[in-house]
Each structure stands twice: as C-alpha cells, then as structure tokens.
C-alpha cells in the first residue's frame, strides 16, 4: 500500500511540473521514450557528408558510437573501419557512398538523404579483402572488374586476381590486406 501510495506521488509531483522541466533532466544526447539512452541508425559503406568537429582512433565502430554518445553537440559518427579513425559529426545532411565507412545517426535526428554525387572507383593496388565476395566472374582487366561492380548496385567493393582473371564482388567489406597480384576497389562519391 505504501509503495503505491509514493508511486502516485511521484506521477502527481512530476505532472505539476512545467512542460521543459522533465526533458531538462535527461543527458543532452539522451533520445526521447529510450530511458535516458540514445539510439543511433546505422548506415554501412556510408560516410555522413561533413567535416568532423573532432577526429579519434577508435578500434570499432561500437567505440566509435560511445564517443558520440559521450561528446556533447554529437549527433552522428562515421567510422573508417579499414584505418580504424572516428570522425564525430555535428549535423548529418547526406549520406555519401564510401565502402570503408559505417555511420551512425541520432535516431531522433531527420535521417540524411543518399547523395546525389556522382559515383566513382577508388583503387587499392596489391590489396584485397579477406572475404570471398557474394559473387565471382570472369574479366580481362582491373577496370573490366571495376565495370561490373558498377554495374551492380548490390557492389560496394571488389578484388580482381590477376592470374586467374577472377572478379570478386562485394556488397560489403572488412578491413583489406596485402596480397600479391590482386588489384581492388570500391565505390565512393
């Protein structure tokens, strides 16, 4: 009974108050109805169009996101998982297609749009990704390769083997390692 009793007042103490005094309370990147905890929507091999407010080396993009969560004026992260490097956003206007990049925004934020930049292949010489690829076809060139992932909107990346005239595809990537007589590339605007 008595436990009831202080529920009740609690509600009736914290109905009187003024309307901005209940959201005061909360930590300035705390999302509304999430208890004090702020969510972010995640965006893969997306890099939010803007220059960082603050640039950190972070091993995860989970270490990534709890810097956000833990700066003020946070409101979206891009994560470089290939060189490990955090870049924490103030806005997020667009999103920008980048392979080596996860983002995170605010989900109380208006989410960004996809740009509308032209897309082009960034080059990696001698490099490749650990992963096989969803899908393996035949080409005579790098930039042969580099066409059919172009071609397919599912691509973000792809390794071509030299020797065997094999292209990889790739909708996503982790971070790329060195390897002799592969050339690779991904997507980026």
């Not at 009187?16 to 509304?32: F, I, K, L, M």
């Not at 208890?35 to 169009?49: A, E, L, M, Q, V």
């Not at 172009?150 to 390897?179: I, P, Q």
């Amino acid at each position: 009974m008595c436990a009831v009793l202080a529920i009740l007042l609690v509600l009736f103490v914290a109905s009187d108050r003024p309307a901005g005094a209940q959201a005061a309370a909360q930590p300035p990147n705390a999302a509304a109805g999430s208890g004090g905890r702020t969510h972010f929507k995640i965006y893969p091999n997306s890099d939010i169009d803007l220059t960082p407010f603050e640039t950190l080396t972070t091993a995860s993009t989970a270490k990534c996101e709890l810097a956000c969560r833990q700066t003020d004026g946070c409101v979206a992260y891009s994560h470089d998982v290939w060189n490990h490097i955090c870049y924490l956003k103030d806005s997020a206007p667009a999103r920008l297609l980048n392979a080596r990049t996860v983002s995170g925004v605010m989900d109380t934020l208006s989410q960004p749009p996809p740009s509308e930049n032209d897309v082009y292949l960034e080059y990696f010489n001698e490099k490749t990704f650990p992963a096989f690829g969803y899908r393996a076809s035949m080409a005579r060139t790098r930039d042969e390769c580099g066409e059919i992932c172009l071609a397919d909107k599912d691509c973000n990346a792809f390794s071509f083997v030299v020797r065997e005239k094999e292209c990889r595809v790739y909708d996503a990537t982790s971070e790329y390692v060195k390897k002799s007589g592969i050339m690779s590339g991904a997507k980026r605007q």
